[in-house]
């Protein structure tokens, strides 16, 4: 699976606790096996974000992802419930 990291992916993922980056890495490992393994709670988003899905980092943190055709994935951007904002 080809992950693309957006560049409002990396400029949130830089201010992210060093903790939070290595489970970031943990988690983007599972995801990449399998992006609907329960460990990452994986959902479909509503609303404006109706063609994104979300993935959960720990209890606060989580990245919103859209799948890009066959093997593709875009990581959009990683935080908190601000991130729908």
């Not at 560049?7 to 830089?14: E, I, L």
């Not at 988690?27 to 992006?35: G, L, M, S, V, W």
């Not at 404006?48 to 943190?61: G, L, Q, T, V, Y």
Request: net charge positive; proline share 1%.
């Amino acid at each position: 699976m080809q992950i693309i990291y957006t560049s409002q992916f990396y400029h949130r993922y830089k201010k992210l606790s060093d903790e939070v980056k290595a489970l970031t890495e943990s988690k983007e490992k599972i995801f990449r096996k399998d992006p609907f393994n329960s460990v990452l709670k994986t959902h479909k988003l509503h609303g404006d974000f109706k063609e994104f899905w979300a993935f959960s980092i720990n209890a606060k943190c989580r990245i919103i992802f859209e799948f890009g055709g066959k093997d593709k994935v875009y990581f959009h951007s990683i935080g908190n419930h601000d991130i729908y904002d």
